[in-house]
């Protein structure tokens, strides 16, 4: 599977924007651009995921560069409630079984 | 609407023992369905996954193994506990969507002694 890189930590204030970002330099044309948080001791949960075109939703938004090599993250305003560990993974499309790979994501801290 | 529960929520064993973990989904048929482990402080680990009953894939060697008897049902055994087994277990399950949206369930927090 193709491996992303994320940085180990990031930090922000309370309602202001969280900028995330994830490097995938060998992703593939089949490859889909998942992210996942995890809060504290519960399970991940989907907050979005891309192909090519920006995506936008409830939660996020994901902004793709054109070539595919990188992404980004962004977190709106950030509450209390977004800190968590937010992982980036590379799915394959072709992959039927859905196997998703975790890396050890980025801790996101927001202060008040 | 869809739910998965996993039990027991926290367990703790001592080194040499037998585990059983459950996991169930509820509001679905034949899911994709995963077993994850985090160590303390690391990320998740893919250990086995199921597309169907009595199929299961396993990702790595370990001292583990899992079942699926029905088509609901994941569960992850052991025969003997290590130390390193100690962690946050988690099954999960596909949402049926074409990206390939992964939905967990609460988690065995496991710790051997």
């Known amino acids: 599977d193709a491996k992303t890189t994320q940085p180990n930590s990031m930090e922000s204030n309370e309602e202001e924007p969280v900028h995330l970002p994830c490097n995938h330099s060998?992703?593939?044309?089949?490859?889909?651009i998942h992210w996942y948080r995890q809060l504290p001791s519960q399970g991940p949960e989907y907050v979005i995921h891309g192909l090519t075109s920006n995506v936008n939703n409830r939660m996020a938004s994901l902004a793709i560069a054109e070539d595919r090599k990188s992404s980004t993250l962004i977190l709106h305003r950030a509450t209390l409630r977004d800190a968590a560990v937010y992982y980036c993974i590379l799915r394959d499309s072709t992959d039927s079984w859905g196997k998703l790979q975790f890396g050890a994501g980025t801790q996101v801290v927001v202060t008040p | 609407s869809q739910t998965i529960h996993q039990w027991p929520a926290t367990l703790v064993q001592p080194v040499g023992s037998p585990l059983s973990l459950e996991c169930t989904v509820e509001g679905t048929s034949n899911p994709n369905l995963y077993w994850y482990r985090q160590a303390a402080g690391r990320g998740l680990q893919l250990l086995f996954y199921?597309?169907?009953?009595?199929?299961i894939s396993s990702e790595v060697p370990q001292n583990l193994s899992a079942s699926r008897p029905q088509d609901r049902q994941f569960i992850l055994s052991s025969k003997k506990l290590l130390l390193s087994d100690s962690g946050f277990y988690l099954c999960a399950w596909n949402g049926g969507t074409y990206w390939g949206e992964q939905f967990f369930g609460p988690g065995t927090r496991l710790t051997v002694l």
């Open positions: 060998t992703i593939s044309g089949t490859d889909y």
């Open positions: 199921s597309v169907g009953i009595g199929q």
